[in-house]
């Protein structure tokens, strides 16, 4: 289970306080994979950087006994000159505390990935793409009770999707959960049991997908949306 009580989320901005959430109270249901969707500036990346302890609250917070992962197309912590190998193993080493298995790992996310020779580079010279295969490999390599998605399993050519649809079903048939950010409610729908809106300010929770695809082509189709106090997102 994950909470979010009351929980405020602002940026400061020369023009103010730019709210993305405001007093949100909404609880994930147990065992159950979460969809977050919205257009662009809706407040999806936001919503796991803060699950995922990336980002804090300005105000309230988020309750939860589970073991959560970084969000996944996240790269923002990634030091550019340190090659994928480095970053790989500084993540294993904080995670896990047998060598052993540190290197098992290790081979696997180089494998994984696909990178090659760029995985002993370092990842200032990785694409965007890239840099996303790295950080998904990384993720997958752990075991989390909930993994944080971001639009990562649209990356790469169709192999390599193939690949991170399997090895997410793989995640999913052990028992772990996902909350996958996406732009796709197609994509949503094939791994997702419910699903979550941003919407001015809040997070509106959905069962029914016939009542999600009406309500989101409503907020597509409503243009920049903005706050109370004029902010938008």
């Known amino acids: 289970m994950i909470e979010l009580r009351g929980l405020t989320k602002f940026y400061k901005t020369k023009n103010g306080r730019h709210y993305v959430y405001r007093n949100v109270n909404v ?5 159950k994979n979460i969809g977050v969707i919205g257009p662009n500036g809706a407040g999806k990346s936001t919503l796991l950087r803060l699950i995922g ?15 959560i992962s970084f969000p996944v197309g996240f790269q923002g912590g990634f030091q550019g000159s340190l090659t994928g190998r480095e970053l790989a193993k500084f993540v294993m080493n904080v995670y896990l505390t047998d060598e052993e298995e540190c290197k098992e790992k290790i081979k696997w996310i180089y494998e994984f990935t696909e990178l090659g020779r760029y995985f002993d580079m370092p990842v200032k010279t990785y694409s965007t793409g890239m ?5 998904f490999g990384i993720s997958m390599a752990l075991d989390f009770d909930y993994y944080l998605l971001d639009e990562v ?28 950010a996406s732009h796709s409610l197609e994509l949503v729908k ?6 979550v809106i941003p919407y001015k300010g809040d997070i509106i ?3 029914n997908f016939k009542e999600v695809e009406e ?3 409503k907020v597509c189709f409503e243009g920049p949306i903005f706050r109370e106090n004029g902010d938008r997102t």
């Not at 094939?190 to 699903?195: N, T, Y």
């Open 27 to 31: 609880i994930f249901p147990e065992g």
């Open 53 to 67: 302890k990336i980002e804090y609250p300005n105000e309230g917070k988020i309750i939860t006994n589970k073991r």
């Open 131 to 135: 840099r996303a295969r790295l950080a």
């Open 153 to 180: 399993t649209a990356v790469g050519d169709a192999e390599f999707k193939r690949k991170s649809h399997h090895i997410l079903q793989e995640k999913l048939t052990k028992g772990a959960n996902i909350i996958l």
């Open 190 to 195: 094939k791994f997702c049991d419910l699903i």
């Open 205 to 207: 929770l959905f069962t």
């Open 215 to 217: 309500f989101y082509q």
